[in-house]
């Protein structure tokens, strides 16, 4: 099942008020569909992640950037947040490690060009944002996959945005 929404954002502090909203959303579940971000550079990806980590409790201990050269940040928050950037990948097979983050169902998983994920390794459950910009703008399409609990969640939050 999957429903879509869209939604403009005027400005970067648009985008980071938009994040923290999804955080406080998230921290207040026990399960976490996994979000999947896809853009250009610049269109605001990490920007928006770092909007729903500052909003997480622990959030304020995060040193929050893009984990290009390491692949995985792990965050000291509420819940445990790992923010993987596949950008330098291009595709390429990723390691055990990697893989297991993705798949985990303890902790939030917030991906960063989330085109180069295999089809195998795409979380069943999950938020998918893709973002453009347009000069200080962004418009930001959220797609909700998913079945069962998971799903559930993210059509309530999906209506909230509504």
Same mark, same amino acid.
Request: proline fraction near 5%; charge should be negative; include cysteine.
């Given at each position: 099942?999957?429903?879509?929404? @869209?939604?403009?954002?005027?400005?970067?502090?648009?985008?980071?008020?938009?994040?923290?909203?999804?955080?406080?959303?998230?921290?207040?579940?026990?399960?976490?569909?996994?979000?999947?971000?896809?853009?250009?550079?610049?269109?605001?990806?990490?920007?928006?992640?770092?909007?729903?980590?500052?909003?997480?409790?622990?959030?304020?201990?995060?040193?929050?950037?893009?984990? @290009?050269?390491?692949?995985?940040?792990?965050?000291?928050?509420?819940?445990?947040?790992?923010?993987?950037?596949?950008?330098?990948?291009?595709?390429?097979?990723?390691?055990?490690?990697?893989?297991?983050?993705?798949?985990?169902?303890?902790?939030?998983?917030?991906?960063?060009?989330?085109?180069?994920?295999?089809?195998?390794?795409?979380?069943?459950?999950?938020?998918?944002?893709?973002?453009?910009?347009?000069?200080?703008?962004?418009?930001?399409?959220?797609?909700?996959?998913?079945?069962?609990?998971?799903?559930?969640?993210?059509?309530?939050? @999906?209506?909230?945005?509504?």
């Amino acid at each position: 099942m999957q429903k879509k929404i @869209s939604l403009f954002l005027p400005d970067q502090n648009a985008t980071l008020a938009l994040g923290g909203k999804l955080g406080r959303f998230l921290s207040c579940r026990t399960v976490y569909p996994a979000v999947l971000f896809r853009g250009e550079l610049g269109a605001g990806k990490t920007t928006m992640i770092r909007g729903i980590v500052s909003a997480l409790p622990g959030g304020d201990q995060a040193e929050i950037s893009s984990p @290009s050269f390491n692949l995985v940040n792990i965050y000291p928050t509420s819940p445990q947040t790992a923010h993987v950037d596949l950008y330098r990948l291009g595709g390429m097979d990723l390691d055990e490690f990697v893989q297991e983050i993705l798949l985990s169902q303890d902790m939030l998983v917030l991906v960063e060009w989330s085109e180069y994920l295999s089809p195998g390794l795409t979380p069943a459950d999950r938020i998918e944002v893709a973002l453009s910009f347009s000069g200080e703008s962004r418009t930001a399409v959220f797609s909700f996959h998913g079945t069962g609990e998971k799903f559930s969640i993210l059509i309530e939050y @999906s209506e909230i945005e509504e």
